[in-house]
């Protein structure tokens, strides 16, 4: 090819290489959040649709590497709409997974090294410590509403201990990572770029929401241990119950000390202890909003090779939603009753993010300084063989390869709900109360015994009603957005 061509061929290229980039990247890797269908039904209230499409693609992906994440978003759609066994079997299914993959070493170098040349959000969705936890805590709370608590037990022992057992496993994951970067060839250059303080400013400043996000104790899910406290208080079949009860309801209040109910369970299972029978109770417990979702940020990893065009890398971020009911108000016996947080989830999930950040961050680093390190050799040998032209087409391709693929791993349980709150008073005589939202959402509800049922306030006209009362009643109220109608549906504890 003759020096005139070459210059045609060049400027050719130059001219439509912004519309060839910017196809690919409209056809190539999307991130969680771009493919999550689920979560706009979701947060219209609109559980039908959420519970068709969240099926749809639990069983699209149930042998691929997101089985895991599908199977706990069909399980949250699925409880919310009352669909309590089919809830729990979708829950079954994304346990066995996890408990497959926590047999494994946490990290594989076979998958690791084909993360190199592409990012984690190709590895396999393994499940983060507090998706175990809230899936053994609403297998638990599926048990309750079908009227099985003796089935309830194991899983709020299983999500108990799942908590003691996540600070342990992170370490691990950290010390794996950290070692297989520094055995990369590559090493030298990985930690020099971890440790450029442009990076870590740049890093920082995407993380200063988290700031204001007030964390509870490494891996504490305070309503999973207050869930622990009640059921063995209300449930006790011997004394080492109701100490389990009492160290659970104990560390709740630890956890949560300004929260007055969780000092009246306190109260009540001395009262067991000391023999004494337990007051007619009705509990409501609110479970609001929708957790943070991750979105993702590109930083510039300071690595320049003369060759190399694009050295980016993207990372995690997590957005909080602000949209949710802050309370809601009992009325009963004719005094009012607002609910008091419990579980703020959203700081449940940023202290995860947290503990996390050392693994993505290296693993991050470690995928782009190869990326990096093998488009430079390809762009030598390409100039090399094919002149100024050749290397200008190989840097077009490595360069818009490494773009399509810079996608951060922002995979989450979407459905999880923003906070638990919590209320509890003597049930009252007549079996009635009144629910109330600050945006003037109310509901009337007749308390019940035996198995709980959803109810469907939009063909009760705001009346949920079943009949009866027993010594311990729990009212469940789910609420996703300040919008959406309230969820109802109850249980009997004891």
């Known amino acids: 090819m003759n020096t005139k061509s070459q210059v045609g061929l060049k400027r050719i290229i130059q001219f439509i290489f912004p519309a060839l980039t910017a196809g690919l990247l409209a056809t190539g890797c999307k991130t969680y959040e771009d493919q999550n269908k689920v979560i706009g039904y979701w947060h219209g209230g609109n559980l039908t649709n959420a519970v068709v499409e969240a099926t749809k693609e639990a069983d699209e992906n149930a042998n691929n590497k997101d089985a895991i994440i599908w199977r706990l978003e069909q399980g949250a759609v699925l409880r919310a709409n009352g669909q309590y066994e089919a809830s729990n079997k979708a829950f079954d299914q994304a346990q066995a997974k996890i408990d497959d993959y926590e047999q494994k070493a946490k990290v594989r170098v076979g998958q690791e090294t084909g993360s190199l040349l592409s990012n984690q959000a190709n590895l396999d969705y393994e499940g983060r410590s507090y998706d175990g936890i809230m899936l053994n805590t609403y297998k638990a709370l599926n048990y309750l509403a079908l009227g099985e608590p003796d089935r309830a037990r194991p899983e709020i022992i299983r999500a108990y201990q799942r908590q003691q057992d996540a600070v342990e496993a992170n370490k691990k994951r950290i010390e794996a990572t950290k070692k297989e970067a520094e055995e990369t060839k590559d090493s030298a250059k990985i930690e020099k770029a971890e440790q450029n303080s442009s990076f ?153 993010f947290k503990n996390e950040q050392p693994v993505v961050i290296t693993k991050t680093i470690a995928a782009t300084v190869t990326k990096a390190v093998a488009a430079y050799a390809a762009n030598e040998a390409a100039r090399q063989a094919g002149g100024d032209l050749g290397g200008l087409l190989m840097q077009i391709g490595t360069m818009a390869f490494q773009m399509a693929v810079n996608i951060a791993d922002t995979r989450t349980w979407t459905t999880l709900p923003k906070e638990f709150q919590i209320c509890r008073f003597p049930t009252p005589a007549d079996g009635k109360i009144e629910l109330s939202t600050p945006n003037g959402m109310k509901v009337s509800v007749n308390l019940m015994t035996g198995t709980g049922a959803k109810i469907d306030l939009t063909s009760t006209n705001g009346q949920a009603s079943l009949n009866g009362t027993g010594q311990i009643n729990v009212v469940y109220v789910k609420s996703i957005t300040a919008e959406t109608p309230l969820l109802v549906s109850q249980f009997k504890l004891k």
């Open 200 to 352: 870590q400013a740049q890093l920082q400043g995407s993380m200063t929401n988290l700031n204001d996000i007030k964390v509870y104790a490494d891996y504490v899910n305070p309503f999973t241990v207050y869930l622990d406290g009640l059921y063995f208080m209300a449930n006790a079949t011997d004394a080492s119950d109701l100490e389990r009860a009492h160290k659970s309801l104990e560390r709740a209040a630890s956890v949560v000390p300004d929260n007055q109910y969780v000092r009246q369970d306190l109260a009540d299972v001395n009262r067991l202890i000391n023999a004494q029978p337990l007051p007619s109770t009705t509990y409501v417990i609110f479970e609001t909003g929708c957790a943070p979702m991750r979105g993702q940020t590109r930083i510039d990893i300071p690595i320049v090779f003369s060759k190399v065009s694009y050295v980016g890398a993207a990372f995690p971020t997590l957005k909080p939603h602000g949209n949710f009911q802050p309370s809601l108000t009992v009325t009963a016996n004719g005094a009012n009753y607002t609910t008091q947080t419990i579980a703020n989830m959203d700081a449940v999930v940023a202290l995860d």
